[in-house]
């Protein structure tokens, strides 16, 4: 293993967010600041420091976590940060040391009293520059837990560490721009009602060029079954349109009684990365509306962190939701008891169900021209455990499906680097050498279609596989679901 | 002993009083208490994560782990149960001399692998030395007692019977023996204040031991903190105009 000392991270540091959006979002300490001169407010020690104490009081996995790690070194060389970067601070467990190392200091007896000696390092100006950097060069893709003898997770420090520099006032433009959006107008584009609804109503037309078949969506409506959420994305993205247009075919061709919503028209949510209370928010307004609209359940889309935060955080934030009523598929009647509690189902858990009660009329020979690979997201994967079902579906709809080496595939997946507030031009060079290992696998599959289910993956693999020159079509499950599906 | 079972009680509540608010498990995760136990065990039995992570970091931390529970085996055995080894034979208590001199190798592998890894050497702070030096200078010591120090191990039992009875006997003067006895008095003391607090922290971990469960079932966060978020008619006021687009009410049935 090689380490390169001269920090080729410092390169990459986000953007500041401009005084009016931290105003827009009720963020503490407005103010002109930049990515060199962070003109932080006078008390921000003390802040910060409180914020620390505040939340190892809270989360026992970031106290324990704090605790307990040995220093191994097994995660070390895991991170696709520092396999692209050789930058010691990239290493988790040297990731982890930024925040640890304060807390060790502050917080424990050892520390205070033998400072250094005891692994303790003061918090400085330029200690909180380090943290600005490399806390937002995580992704929060837990790759390195996965390795870890005590599942020590580094996106616990990367999310403690960003809510410290939030209340000091440090966020970067990629993420507040887009939640001030979203909690503005409804989703991170900034797509107002009539954008929405030109969109869907070009999706409609296109499938009837196509197919001569009419489908019909329904927007905010009242006493629809199901409430469809899904990433704004795939309103108008390249190449989520298509696995949007899927999605539709399949609604219309078995009649599900579903609406989709503009007050709550986005699944992603990008206050995640920055704290809890953004986090809540954004994700609050789908079962806000969900209560609104008097649907049953909540059905959701191809999307990574949206799925983690409707899987293992939705539950939690809003407590009983109980207007709502357990999942249970219109057309086979099966009951999701795995979503028994917080009422929302994954798109690819729906489809696999309708697939294998043979719903659906599929013929894969409108696939057949590809070899098909599917790329785990770090979310589905390791959040969730949703592994199987999207390649069961691919299974059923391609005739052709090979796989991605494990290694880099699966619960050890690399998927797009860009996840955690860090797609944005900055980190654009970064992110295409931490994809390296990723799309040399991908390359050995032969594969030339990568199927996908995130959003995110989806914006970022095009520009990816083109500058490694890799010539392989991009797309989503739903995309070569709706290209079988024999629609009537 | 009483500084560490204290301070090892006292880590563990000071863990178990801060909540949990999130479902963090990584997946592949079970969704029985069964699963969690078979999942825990088989990481304790064979460290299947770290074995995941490199061979031989992996050879190396499985080995220190089990060396160390022989030699601890061993010295219960030796001190309180010598009978034992009369019943199971004498060719146990030989290989578990053995056992112990390649224990001294394996730290001295851990040792080297942290000095000359750059990687480790980078993230190694002063305190994982220190730990590292006082486990081996423990090892080397107890080999050296036991293969050149003449020690009468029933002297040390009986001293031993005596503490614990709290009825004190002199130790056996043996140097060897004293050093090796109180730096394993030190090593006691420190666990609860260092990161040797793993052996029942990794335990707690919610990565690993929550069940995939978080649609299912409730999982309560005690300081679930409420929003206030923009009410639906604030909303369709500011649109209202492009709602209309959609149809009365803004809704396009």
Redesign the interface.
């Given at each position: 293993?090689?380490?390169d000392l001269t920090n080729p991270g410092q390169k990459y540091s986000l953007h500041a967010t401009r005084k009016k959006d931290m105003e827009t979002m009720g963020l503490p300490f407005p103010r002109e600041w930049n990515r060199e001169n962070f003109n932080l407010p006078p008390n921000w020690k003390e802040v910060a420091l409180a914020k620390l104490d505040e939340l190892?009081?809270?989360?026992?996995?970031l106290?324990?976590?704090f605790?307990?790690?040995?220093?191994?070194?097994?995660?070390?060389?895991?991170c696709p940060f520092f396999i692209a970067t050789e930058d010691?601070h990239n290493?988790p467990?040297?990731r982890q040391?930024l925040l640890r190392s304060v807390y060790r200091r502050y917080f424990?007896?050892?520390g205070r009293l033998f400072k250094g000696?005891?692994?303790g390092r003061e918090l400085t100006e330029e200690l909180i520059h380090d943290w600005y950097i490399y806390f937002y060069q995580c992704s929060q893709c837990?790759r390195c837990?996965?390795?870890?003898?005590?599942?020590?997770?580094t996106?616990?420090f990367t999310m403690a560490a960003r809510e410290v520099m939030t209340a000091i006032g440090l966020t970067p433009r990629s993420l507040t721009e887009s939640i001030a959006k979203c909690?503005?107008v409804?989703n991170h584009m900034g797509m107002?009602?009539?954008a929405m609804?030109n969109s869907i109503s070009f999706a409609e037309e296109e499938i009837k060029e196509e197919t001569g078949i009419e489908v019909h969506?329904?927007?905010?409506?009242?006493g629809a079954e199901i409430l469809f959420i899904a990433p704004s994305a795939d309103f108008f993205g390249e190449p989520h349109w298509l696995t949007f247009k899927g999605y539709l075919k399949l609604f219309h061709q078995i009649g599900l009684d579903y609406t989709m919503s503009?007050?709550a028209s986005e699944g992603g949510n990008f206050g995640t990365w920055l704290n809890?209370?953004h986090m809540?928010?954004i994700n609050?307004?789908i079962m806000?509306?969900a209560e609104?609209l008097g649907v049953k359940w909540i059905l959701g889309g191809e999307c990574g962190h949206m799925w983690r935060v409707?899987?293992?955080?939705?539950?939690?934030?809003n407590?009983?939701p109980e207007f709502l009523e357990e999942p249970i598929s219109p057309i086979t009647g099966t009951r999701f008891?795995?979503?028994?509690?917080?009422?929302?189902v994954h798109v690819c858990e729906f489809t696999a169900d309708l697939i294998r009660h043979q719903k659906l009329r599929l013929d894969h020979s409108k696939n057949d021209q590809y070899v098909v690979t599917f790329s785990d997201s770090c979310n589905p994967?390791?959040?969730?455990?949703l592994?199987e079902e999207p390649r069961y579906i691919l299974q059923n709809v391609c005739k052709n499906f090979v796989e991605i080496d494990p290694s880099v595939n699966r619960?050890?997946t690399i998927c797009c680097t860009a996840g955690g507030g860090l797609l944005s031009d900055e980190t654009l060079e970064l992110r295409l050498r931490a994809i390296k290992p990723k799309v040399d696998a991908i390359r050995e599959t032969g594969a030339n279609f990568l199927a996908l289910i995130c959003a995110i993956d989806k914006a970022v693999y095009p520009e990816y596989l083109k500058h490694y020159r890799i010539p392989v079509q991009v797309g989503g499950v739903h995309e070569l679901v709706g290209n079988a599906l024999v629609i009537m | 002993m009483a500084v560490f079972f204290g301070g090892i009680i006292y880590?563990v509540l000071?863990?178990?009083v801060?909540?949990?608010?999130?479902?963090?498990?990584?997946?592949?995760?079970p969704?029985t208490r069964m699963g969690v136990a078979k999942r825990l065990g088989l990481?304790f039995l064979s460290?299947g994560?770290?074995r995941?992570?490199?061979r031989k970091?992996w050879l190396g931390?499985w080995l220190f782990h089990l060396l160390l529970g022989i030699t601890l085996l061993t010295h219960i055995v030796t001190i309180f149960f010598p009978v034992i080894w009369s019943t199971v034979g004498y060719t146990w208590y030989e290989l578990a001399g053995y056992a112990g001199i390649l224990f001294a190798a394996v730290i001295s592998f851990l040792l080297f692998r942290r000095l000359v890894?750059?990687?480790?050497r980078?993230?190694?702070?002063?305190?994982?030395y220190f730990l590292i030096f006082l486990i081996f200078s423990l090892a080397f010591l107890g080999d050296y007692t036991r293969a050149f120090g003449k020690l009468d191990q029933g002297a040390v039992s009986s001293y031993l019977y005596g503490l614990l009875t709290l009825q004190p006997v002199l130790p056996p003067s043996n140097l060897a023996f004293l050093t090796h006895f109180l730096l394993a008095q030190l090593f006691l003391m420190y666990i609860p204040?260092s990161?040797v607090?793993?052996l029942v922290?990794?335990v707690?971990?919610?990565?690993?031991n929550q069940r995939?469960?978080?649609?299912?079932?409730?999982?309560?966060?005690p300081?679930?903190?409420e929003?206030?978020?923009?009410p639906?008619e604030s909303?369709a006021a500011r649109?209202q105009k492009?709602?209309e687009?959609?149809g009365p009410?803004?809704?396009?049935?």
């Open positions: 293993m090689k380490l190892r009081r809270k989360y026992r996995e106290q324990l976590f605790d307990i790690c040995v220093a191994c070194g097994a995660c070390a060389d895991k010691p290493m467990v040297a040391e424990t007896t050892a000696l005891a692994g837990r837990a996965v390795f870890c003898p005590y599942g020590i997770d996106a616990v909690e503005v409804g107002q009602p009539a609804l969506v329904p927007i905010n409506k009242k503009t007050y809890y209370e809540k928010k609050r307004k806000k509306e609104r409707l899987h293992a955080y939705m539950g939690t934030m407590v009983n008891k795995n979503a028994s509690y917080s009422k929302a994967a390791r959040f969730m455990g592994i619960e050890r | 880590r000071k863990w178990l801060v909540p949990v608010p999130t479902m963090i498990m990584l997946t592949p995760a969704i990481e460290f994560s770290l995941k992570a490199g970091l931390g890894h750059p990687g480790v980078f993230f190694s702070k002063y305190s994982d204040f990161k607090t793993h922290g990794w707690l971990a919610p990565t690993r995939n469960i978080a649609r299912s079932e409730w999982h309560r966060n300081w679930n903190p929003v206030k978020l923009e639906w909303y649109y492009e709602l687009e959609l009410g803004g809704e396009r049935r």
